[in-house]
């Protein structure tokens, strides 16, 4: 499934259904600013089907406002296995992790709360993705691994394993060790950027394709259409 | 109705503290009632506009 920027937001009220320890910027470039009857948010409409409409938004007064982003669905959405179905969806199509999912419907809390699971550091499978969405949104698509390592904490909340000391590179950390390992020349297999056909080797960093703007495009990330690329990218 | 929990430090908008439990729709940093689900909720008119309205045990005008 495909899940669609939308260029319109909902035009009905919103129920939060879960919480996300990622930055609005990790989930989509297409951000637009917007105001309800709680406060101002910055934020996201998608689509999935012709069914499925859902709200990424992050208010002003949200705790942990920089690294958390809430998905909304429609009021009208209230059958609660169908929420979790929904929820469900939407964190495996936009490729977030389940470590990534701080609350969700169903789940107990405490007003004034959010938790994020112990389990959740960067690994390689989600800086794969990362790096791609952090270079797609760089010009010319492309990124030094330079770049990168600055970009990954905007876009990440390093927790404190990612920033501990690497085991085998004394001076550099763990996370630093994992998006270098996902860009290294020895990782051609068929789940890398690169065995996928998303992502171009460049001297010391990466280049998106036309193929890995499509697949971005398929998360949410983006709604570009590549059509400033070659075919050949 | 909806509020954010806790305490609004430097910021504007209206603090109180209610009785009322927030609702079913609420989320860890979203407090919600709804006056048709709760009899605890009351609807009033003002100007030919309906607002949710729920007694409050303390207050803060914190509006510029």
Redesign the interface.
Known sequence: MTVRVLKYDLDTDVTPHAIIWRPLRYCTLVIRKGEDDLDKFEGASFAIGNDIRFDLRVYQGHIHSEVTVTLYLPDDVRDENRVSEIVSLVIVEMAIPDSAVAWRRGQTFQFGKVIRSPEDRLLEREVRILILKIAASQPERSATIGKLREEVPRYFDLSPADQSASPSRKNEKRWQIVVRNAISSHKTGPQTIFGQGWAEKIPGGLKVTRRGMDYLNSIGFSDLSGSDLTDDE | M?????N?PN?R?IEFTTDIE?MP????????WYWEWCPKVLLRQKDGEDFACIPVTGFKNMQP
């Open positions: 909806k509020a954010y929990p806790g609004l910021r908008g927030p729709g609420s989320a860890p940093n979203e407090a919600r």
